[in-house]
């Protein structure tokens, strides 16, 4: 059977560096996977999360964001992640549907039991089997985000722009989330150096799949 990993976190918590650290351990125990993010993984599904992203002329109501996030999921399911998870692999998901109670839900105050319905209807019973939660003060990690959008040339996007206090609720659903399904949950101190980010990643991923890969 396949295994579903996903990587959470706020803006600038250091989820791309998590995930070059759990491709990489990937790599070296000879397992094949696939990698993909939400919104997004496919080619609809990018073009979805263009519109979740982007500033429009038109304010974009709470449920309109979040009907095409799930829109985004239901195609990235199909298409990409059971596929892989039915031909054995392990998947690695920037993001899933956690992201959605943290973000539409604490962040935008949607209630959890619409977020819930549309959950059963898209995915019915498939869940991560492991997430890694990225977690930072929401104050550092926008001043990452900013940071890596100056550098690149880039500004932030439609969600990066909104204000500390919706990150803040952000990541409370998400500790939260992490306490509720400690079983799926790794919650690693996103706030310390890249090489004490990557020693948690990796003593997580040990613990969690070290047996069953062997």
């Not at 600038?12 to 397992?31: D, H, I, M, N, S």
């Not at 935008?108 to 990225?134: C, H, K, S, W, Y």
């Amino acid at each position: 059977m396949g295994f579903f990993l996903t990587i959470e976190g706020c803006e600038g918590a250091g989820k791309t560096t998590a995930k070059g650290v759990v491709l990489q351990w990937l790599k070296a125990a000879g397992r094949e996977f696939i990698e993909t993010r939400e919104p997004g993984g496919t080619p609809l599904a990018e073009e979805l999360r263009n519109l979740v992203l982007s500033e429009h002329e038109e304010q974009v109501s709470d449920t309109s964001e979040l009907l095409m996030v799930f829109a985004a999921r239901c195609q990235n399911l199909t298409q990409r992640i059971e596929p892989a998870l039915a031909e054995g692999k392990v998947v690695v998901c920037d993001r899933f549907t956690d992201a959605t109670y943290a973000y539409q839900g604490g962040g935008r105050g949607i209630d959890e039991q619409r977020i819930a319905v549309l959950e059963q209807l898209v995915q019915g019973d498939r869940r991560p089997d492991m997430t890694l939660l990225l977690d930072v003060e929401p104050e550092l990690g926008l001043a990452r985000a900013r940071g890596r959008a100056l550098e690149q040339g880039g500004s932030l996007d439609r969600i990066e722009q909104e204000a500390i206090e919706f990150f803040h609720r952000v990541r409370n659903v998400y500790l939260q989330r992490a306490e509720r399904f400690s079983g799926q949950y790794v919650v690693i101190d996103g706030s310390q150096s890249i090489a004490q980010v990557e020693e948690q990643i990796l003593k997580a991923l040990q613990a969690r799949l070290g047996n069953s890969f062997e």
